[in-house]
């Protein structure tokens, strides 16, 4: 092997580092104000009882194989029964992370003949999946459904056969807005095609018990809803929702699915016992959304800012190196504020990412709004 052998690795961090893209590992530290953690249940008695119950009770921690082999617990099988039940869809089927779902279905379910079309700024695990697949793949600009219809119509005029895909995300973890579901799923339906709607950041927050900002189109047969369980739901993993075929269909021809240990019973558990908290506690969505508007009301007069209208609220700086000496500042003052940077967003889009959760009050909330007043005046 010429040469050194970990030379153009090495290139590449220097590179990363000159241009303020440097990724590196740090500790949780100050106030809360970037997981994904909405409903703070993470860290709940609730939670970590259900599980110390379970772990008393005999549930082992690992699954010890895939859930065709021996890895299909009782846990799993109750989790995905009750999920299906609460989201109002014929089946569930659990996954080990929100990653691996979206994978998971982008590759197997949209066959070779088919279209994709794609939201620009949907999760980066949606367009891992869709390259990685067998269908034709269309990106079109954010929320502009016409761009959406106009790439299905191109397609059809070009010879397009098969059954078109469209894929988006509810609600959009680094601009902290709504899709346009009503629309989208009309012109699904216009266009025989299915939908597949990561609800990641909306499941346990929005929607009747927090079922989602699509909670009022589960069940349909060309509808697939993805649900995380690692954040409002306090624990990991994701649920696949939608009709009975389409999640047999997964379990037959899924990659991801079928070669892959299944997520931990005890984990199964945990997102069970959040869904009966969804139904039980309503008084947790209240108080976050009051956290929501209570914020939009201090960075719009404070800072300027517009309200997202959601729990995930950017302050887009644009210049990287500015958009990191902020957060740092505000880190230094004791706020776990993160700065978010290309290729995650767009280039000149650096930004903040504001998350807002019940691990805060609005004595927080205030101080946090205070502080990145002063960060954003230094120079």
Known sequence: MSGAPLARYDATLQGLARRDRLRTLSPRAGLDFSSNDYLGLAASRRLGGAVAAAIA???PVGATGSRLLR???PEHEALEADAAAFFGAERALFFGSGYI???ALLTALPQKGDLLVLDELAHASMHEGAQAGRAQLVLTAHNDVNAVEGAITRWRAEGGMGRVWIAVESLYSMDGDYALLESLIALADRHDAFIVIDEAHATGVWGPNGRGLAAAFEGRDNIVILHTCGKALGASGALVTGPRTLCDYLVNRSRPFIYATAPSPLM?????EALAIM???????????EHVAFAGRQLAERCGVKPSGSQIQPVVIGDVSRTMTVAAALQARGFDIRGIRPPTVPEGTSRLRISLTLNVDEADISAMVEALVEALGSP
């Not at 199964?268 to 069970?272: E, G, K, S």
């Not at 139904?279 to 959304?289: A, F, G, H």
Request: proline residues 4%; positive net charge; charged residues 30%.
């Open 268 to 272: 199964a558990v945990a997102a069970r």
């Open 279 to 289: 139904s039980d506690e309503p008084v947790r969505r209240v108080r976050l959304r």
């Open 101 to 103: 779902a979206n994978f």
């Open 57 to 59: 009770q005999g549930t």
């Open 71 to 73: 890895g299909n617990a």
